[in-house]
């Protein structure tokens, strides 16, 4: 798929981040950026830098996320391309101090990471699915998920993280073969270290450290490097159906 101003990219998680990058990224190459986030004041920020659209959205929440697409359509179009960054990292055990995890936080993890993504995806497929193709191929769109290294090797404290990433990883087989006749592509990327805002926030020795863990190259990854990938997905057609670990090879200990 050809990236350039004929279509129209939707990226939730968009204000700041892996979904800041990739959005970005997606609009440097001609293709018009909606912003989905909570956080209006950042999701408004990179929206108006893009000369894009900002819309307010829980993704956990399906109606707020139906309400969204509504008015990214309205505004610039069939999305044609869907990334969703979208997510919280809790850690907690799975009990401490005899006291069990909490089932509300286990809940909101899987809501925003997993339901959300899976309910964002499913709306813009069936958009998608409606709209004539734009590849040669019969392809009418793709959709990226974000799922992560610890959804395969989660460490303590991140039962429910790894619990909802796994989840996504799951997800992306059967949604590709959902989704073939209609043309349209789903992918998953597994990023490892990267230098989002959570570990910005980190001592820079913690980070130093961190980075050197990874085998190589050893540091923490850039948003853009994801946000490369999630370029090269969309312009491959042939890419469908699996998961991409963008980790420098790293596999997490247990803590």
Avoid: W
């Amino acid at each position: 798929m050809k990236l350039d101003s004929s279509l129209a990219a939707v990226v939730t998680g968009g204000g700041s981040g892996l979904g800041a990058a990739t959005a970005r990224r997606l609009a440097a190459a001609g293709v018009r950026v909606a912003i989905f986030d909570l956080n209006e004041e950042a999701g408004q920020a990179v929206a108006q830098e893009l000369d894009g659209v900002f819309c307010k959205v829980d993704v956990s929440d399906y109606d707020s996320l139906a309400a969204g697409f509504d008015q990214a359509r309205a505004a610039q179009g069939q999305e044609r391309i869907l990334v969703c960054c979208a997510g919280i990292a809790p850690g907690q055990k799975t009990q401490s101090k005899g006291e069990p995890h909490d089932p509300a936080l286990f809940a909101r993890t899987v809501s925003i990471n997993l339901n959300g993504t899976f309910f964002a995806g499913s709306i813009a497929a069936a958009g998608m699915a409606a709209a004539g193709p734009v590849t040669g191929d019969g392809g009418r769109g793709v959709i990226v998920m974000t799922a992560s290294v610890a959804g395969y090797e989660g460490q303590v404290g991140q039962a429910a993280y790894a619990a909802s990433k796994g989840g996504v990883i799951g997800l992306t087989l059967p949604m590709a073969r959902d989704l073939s006749r209609d043309g349209v592509r789903v992918m998953t990327i597994a990023p490892g270290l990267f230098l989002t805002p959570m570990l910005q926030g980190l001592p820079q020795e913690v980070q130093d450290s961190l980075g050197t863990q990874v085998p190589f190259p050893a540091r923490l990854a850039e948003p853009d490097e994801y946000a490369q990938l999630v370029q090269q997905i969309c312009e491959n057609d042939m890419l469908n159906g699996s998961v991409i670990r963008l980790d420098g090879a790293i596999r997490l200990a247990p803590r």
